[in-house]
């Protein structure tokens, strides 16, 4: 369900908007400015007046369409002009002019830059100020990806792959004609951290890409209805237990114009995860999972004939591995990588040696690493983010290697993202936290001397704000703390009784509530604050960043521990004496529409309403990867696979539901939620019903807008 | 759309049922006992005392599984008994003992019996008391056509046609391999009469067959959602200006085991309606009507060559043509015959004699011939059914056809259906009106004598039933009186305002407001009555049994004259001082829901809600038969199609609307509402929706009672 979390990730964006110029003090949000697709939305959108990257140790900036370079990221304020977007389409021939998107700076203090376009792919020098390159787009191609050195282009049409050289040659790395074959895109149904398919290697000399072969995975039909007779548009998807696909990589090297694949034994379903060269390009490393994702091997392979070289470790887990990151080289040490590992129950750091002996474990503690963001150049020290010292945070750590020291280097509460200069000398550091919507910093990390950089202003600072809380309630286990976040109308008064909406996710891989601006509350949240509602959100146990225990107490039965938390919730609202019980509702999508048609049926008297968007209703209508990680196989698992599933509850339905679903939805695909209306009929119960037409997983664009209203109005219908 | 109005009809005779047991004063109605599928709805369910048929002009009587005859109608009470089921199977095999449905008496005096079961059709001597044939239905078999002697068995098994003789021996008459051309069954999609294509001589020697082949016809996309993971279910279906299907029409002999097809003429997608043999088999008799539905050709084949022999006559319209009737021979009379015709703006009766020469017009008037009741076996008399004098009744009717002198058999006002004895001295007569629930009555044609048979007691006689009354009003034309039925609570006080609900069906091939039982008024519409409701219900201009100018105003712009007909309801009902004028809703279904919707969005300020079934929502998604009879073509008609289509009038909803559809609908298309959908998003309207899974056009089974539940509540929710 990675298209969910992408999703909760780009609403929470929308609050760090720049501020609106006609904002007035009486002035009422509209969801056509709150909701990403609304047509004043993008009004608000953070056009951030500066844009920030490394080029070696040099800081560059970006604003509108002029980069500037700082010499000495010590002094921010000398910044000199380098050149414009407009330079750059100046010096492409008239052809290859479109609109450029992004500039890309060398790592090192290399000399030329990459420019991305609508047209194509230009390379600069910023020396001889003039265009030294241009990988023009071929028609219909798609996933491009640049070697290092910029010496080749590798891109997709349809379910091909290719290569482009500099000089406009064009390989066919494969000739593939059945359509259920398909080469140099994401496999796995983009779980275990896999978002792509073609992996140049370390110097640009050889291309790994995956091959997926899918003709043996079952055909789900999906309906376009636009058409002037609707037209069949079937995707393959291979449902829990089910037949999956074949994945094979292949080493593509474009100077021999030969492919080799990969030797990987074992069951052909299994999954081939976290692709990773090793600095010389001599070897492919694969971390390895089994169709039942409890035992993992870390596999070596050699580039050159695609021998099976060594397995350098296994993992093992009475519940599940679910290896998301590949092998990290130390720089300067092509004998040692850094591998994440959730072994000891949190997601650490583990030094290895190439022969596959730990070295040591990094990392320890009840906390979590949530993101490697670099080495310096020399291979000492290492930077990451991480939850200690609270869940509800990312600080910015380094790591030296050798000695093992740990130094924090944020020390403002919030959530900080960082990208290490290439000395490790400086960091930008981006955050947020309940009441800052953005800084930008820049630490100097010797002296840890942090240097504000730029800021966002509140974007809706002229309009009368829904105040947003934060606290924490014990878990149904009653011993595990469990975050929420409150939304309240801004002239909230405590003596009214309001109804309140609770807006769930409950899922794996997600975490909703953070001490970023405003905890995370999104722009409806705010609206139905203004609207009269509050609205409450809790991460309950089964979701991320907590560690091993509180994710996987719900394994193999999805939706019970996540309900008995949220009933948590409800308790803990029902004891605020101005939440009325007798209005209470949830929402939720995909996981959350599951969690929301969940909550309704195993309580069948707490709700007066939900709205539950594209939810999956019985785990056995699920994709193999993320259904069987979390559930096993319907066939060794049926009782759990009854107790999660919504079908055999359907006569329990009492409160108001609507169900929405987008009717060409692959990720949870129609039938989930056309199987549940058939049972509730088949029981006598009655939701309601929404299909927005078109659509996939999430409606995107202005229907989006739509989709709010209409949540909304059930809302007021029924619970208000 | 054939389906919706047969279940019109279905739906009215439940009013027909007998009385309960428990009845008591107070009791309520529920929607288990009004709507068909419900649970208690079989047990209130019309098991007639006795069914009547005739044997020659002997008088045959059913009563459960006993069969009786009166020698002598006149004196209809000396029956003697005949014969039981349970005979019927001790004369069988074991084997091919099962369920009897139905036991059918020759026309005339022979004594060969059939009677129809679960395993197959057994053949019964009256005479010898003993099974003398049995013809088991092969596996799969459907479309059971027993010859005349009853020699031979037509049926088909998938898309082929086979013929089974009295030893048992199967022969293939097609063994077609592509699913995409059919022997046997109905084409046209029902249209012009047409619900079969199996067609014996007369005297059983020869059989005439459609063959439809639907290879060049677009596939229409369905989904059976309750498969493990969803099938696609594809469905020939030819939108209107759209490739169409092409049919031919074979003669097997099953003596020679030989087959010829006429050599029909003209485009391919022509269509080849009402097939007729003539009495000694020589000749096959077709009413051609070309694709445009302007031009009829009453042609004939030579049946043994499939030669062309002869064009009888033609009959053209500036609008359409709707032959729905085949020939007629006149018994004893083999030169002659009768043809139904609305060449003068009303359904009447022509004699025309084997050359094609118009002897005379039978029936003249402003009144319509809707049934013919048949013939006597003389040739001298013709009975059928019209309505004359009034378009609310039902009337019998003789006609000598030398003299053309016309005799009204039924004289009590109601709905009269009949069927002759063979000498046609008696008639059967079968009739209810708005206080009646139902008669039988022996007719003795010379005297005029009127005997009754039997009749059926009020169902709900100790509920509190709702008053029905009818009326007319004035059409939008101002001159046109329209048929209404309204209905109010038994408890129904004038000085208090109730919520309206407006039924409307409003298409062609209806006629909603008859002097049947309780005005046709159905289940739904009592429930909702005793709900507090008034329902009113009124056929505008486009509907049938009203001549041609009635019907074809709507020509080449469904929706148009019917919504300002239908808002001539609307003001009558808002002069009524006990209607609620803020409260009024609007239901239809199909037709009806195309209605609901036009009304609501031609009309935004009337209605506070509506209820819109298996809605047509533009015209181009319809089918060709149906669609370019009364649009033309979107090609020919684009203005037409623009007026009608409600796909560009989204912006325009105001009211509370709910729109239910069968995802597996195969007469009007899923896409219809979807489209709708898609377009209220487009335009920020918010509409609600509703799907059956697994369902086609008409919600059937139990779930038709959870259907009403669910529109109830709509009206509940948001008109009450």
Request: proline fraction near 5%.
């Amino acid at each position: 369900m990675k298209s969910i979390c992408n999703y909760l990730v780009w609403a929470t964006i929308l609050l760090l908007a720049t501020a609106s110029a006609n904002a007035q003090e009486t002035k009422q949000f509209t969801l056509e400015e709150l909701i990403p697709g609304g047509k004043d939305f993008y009004n608000f959108y953070p056009r951030l007046p500066m844009h920030y990257q490394w080029q070696g140790d040099r800081l560059i900036s970006i604003k509108n369409d002029s980069v500037w370079v700082t010499e000495n990221p010590q002094k921010p304020g000398k910044q000199s002009f380098l050149f414009s977007y407009d330079h750059l389409q100046q010096t492409l021939p008239k052809e290859q002019r479109g609109e450029i998107y992004h500039v890309n700076f060398p790592e090192t203090q290399e000399q030329i830059v990459t420019f991305y376009g609508s047209k194509g792919i230009g390379l600069y020098d910023l020396k001889d100020k003039k265009a030294v390159g241009f990988f023009a787009f071929p028609e219909k191609s798609e996933n491009h990806q640049l070697s290092v050195y910029n010496t080749f282009l590798a891109y997709t049409i349809d379910n091909n792959l290719y290569v482009l050289d500099r000089t406009g040659k064009q390989t066919a790395v494969s000739n593939e004609t059945d359509k259920g074959i398909v080469y140099g895109q994401t496999v796995h149904r983009n779980e275990f951290g896999i978002d792509e398919g073609i992996f140049w290697s370390p110097k640009g000399n050889k291309l790994a890409f995956y091959r997926m072969d899918e003709t043996m995975v079952a055909n789900y039909p999906l309906v376009d209805i636009s058409a002037r007779i609707a037209q069949l548009k079937n995707i393959k998807y291979p449902m829990a237990g089910m037949t999956s696909h074949e994945v094979t990589i292949g080493v593509f090297d474009p100077n021999t114009q030969t492919t080799v694949y990969l030797n990987t034994r074992g069951p052909k379903d299994h999954y081939l995860t976290n692709v990773a060269w090793n600095p010389d390009e001599q070897f492919i490393y694969v971390a390895e999972l089994n169709r039942e994702q409890n035992h993992l091997q870390l596999n070596r392979y050699n580039a050159t004939t695609g021998d099976f070289d060594k397995t350098l470790f296994e993992e093992t887990d009475s519940r599940y591995v679910e290896p998301q990151h590949p092998v990290m080289f130390v720089p300067n040490h092509p004998d040692r990588f850094v591998w994440q590992s959730r072994r000891d129950g949190y997601n650490h750091l583990y030094l290895y040696d190439i022969s596959g002996k730990l070295l040591k474990q990094l990392t320890h503690g009840e906390w979590e690493v949530t993101e490697v963001t670099g080495f310096d150049a020399k291979g000492e020290n290492l930077f990451f983010e991480s939850t200690r010292p609270t869940p509800m945070d990312r600080h910015l750590y380094a790591i030296h290697l050798n000695s093992g020291q740990m130094q924090q280097l944020t020390t403002e509460s919030g959530i900080h993202s960082g990208t290490i200069s290439i000395s490790g000398k400086y960091l930008i550091d981006r955050f947020s936290s309940s009441n800052n919507p953005g800084k930008i910093a820049l630490i100097d990390i010797k002296n840890s001397k942090t240097t504000l950089l730029n800021s966002v202003n509140n974007p809706f600072q002229d309009y009368n704000i829904p105040t947003v809380e934060s606290g924490t309630i014990k878990a149904a286990d009653n011993e595990t703390d469990l975050y929420y976040r409150l939304v309240k109308p801004y002239d909230f008064d405590p003596s009214k009784k309001y109804p309140t909406i609770i807006y769930v996710y409950g899922g794996p891989h997600s975490q909703m509530v953070q001490n970023r601006w405003r905890y995370g509350s999104g722009g409806w949240e705010m609206y139905m604050a203004q609207r009269g509602y509050l609205v409450f959100v809790m991460d309950n146990r089964g979701t991320s960043y907590r560690g091993d225990e509180f994710e996987k107490a719900t394994f193999r039965h999805l939706g019970v521990e996540e309900a008995e938390d949220q009933m948590k919730g409800v308790e803990f609202l029902k004891s605020l004496p101005y939440v009325d019980t007798n209005r209470l509702g949830i929402h939720g999508w995909s996981f959350g529409g599951f969690m929301t048609i969940n909550m309704l049926l195993r309580n069948p008297d707490v709700f007066k309403a939900g709205v539950a968007g594209g939810p999956v209703i019985d785990w056995k209508y699920y994709e193999v990867m993320y259904g069987e990680r979390y559930m096993d196989t319907p066939q060794e698992n049926p009782d759990g696979y009854r107790e999660s599933s919504l079908l055999n509850k359907a006569d329990q339905l009492k409160s108001r539901l609507l169900i929405i679903h987008g009717d060409e939805d692959p990720t949870v695909v129609w039938q989930n939620s056309l199987q549940f209306l058939k049972s509730c009929i088949q029981n006598g119960t009655h939701p309601d019903y929404f299909v927005y037409p078109g659509h996939g997983h999430n409606m995107m664009g202005h229907d989006r807008v739509h989709l709010h209203e209409h949540i909304t109005r059930y809302f007021d219908d029924f619970c208000k």
